[in-house]
């Protein structure tokens, strides 16, 4: 049966050609979801100073911060004195600084803040300070070279992050 042959021949070619048209395409496809997905993250803030913008890129950096100390102090990377206390100065620095841009009118997409961030203006101003005293005494306690108390400082600083968080922080909008 030439014929069908031939037929299955040209079934086959296009089959592999798919493939191959497929295996070069994927990539390209995923590329441009990870762009697009990266360009709606950097969308455009078009208000006047951008405080939602600015307060996410400080916590950013706070987290930059906070994370390797986090790893150090569970044993899963080495700890070294002048790089950890480098790590627990630079908070101390940000922990005062995300706070002026939680401006009046700064509760819009894509903030995660609560509304109680505006409704509760006390305790939030509790909680910013309650962050920045364990930030500085982290800080203090970085200076020391003793474990026990670097990781007893740093517990209260992580306390004092999800606190405010339960209360003042919310889902993605
Ligand atoms: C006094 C309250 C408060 C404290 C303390 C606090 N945060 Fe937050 N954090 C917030 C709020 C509110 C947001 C949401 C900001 C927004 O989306 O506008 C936030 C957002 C964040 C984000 C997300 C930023 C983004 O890109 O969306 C990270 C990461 C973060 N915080 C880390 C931390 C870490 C780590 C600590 C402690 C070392 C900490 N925060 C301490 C209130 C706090």
Redesign the pocket.
């Known amino acids: 049966m030439p014929s069908f042959k031939i037929w299955f021949e040209r079934k086959d070619k296009t089959a592999n050609s798919q493939y191959t048209t497929l295996s070069v395409r994927l990539p390209l496809i995923l590329l441009a979801c990870f762009a697009l997905a990266s360009c709606g993250h950097a969308e455009k803030d078009t208000h006047a100073g951008q405080p ?1 913008t600015k ?3 400080v ?2 950096q ?2 930059r911060n ?2 390797p100390m986090g790893l150090i102090v569970r044993g899963r990377r080495p700890y070294e004195k002048d790089r950890f206390l480098q790590y627990a100065v630079e ?1 101390q620095t940000l ?1 005062t600084q ?2 002026k841009y ?1 401006t009046p009118d ?1 509760n819009y997409a ?5 509304p109680e ?1 505006w409704q509760k203006p006390a305790e ?1 101003k509790q ?2 300070q ?2 920045i005293a364990a ?1 500085a005494q982290l800080a203090e306690g970085a200076k020391t070279g003793n474990m026990d108390v670097i990781r007893a400082d740093y517990g209260k ?2 306390d ?2 999800k ?3 339960r209360d ?2 919310g889902g993605p909008r």
């Open positions: 939602v307060r996410k890129l916590f950013k706070i987290l906070f994370e908070l922990s995300p706070w939680f700064s894509p903030t995660r803040a609560k961030v939030f909680a910013q309650a962050f930030s600083v992580a004092s992050c606190a405010c968080h003042f922080r």
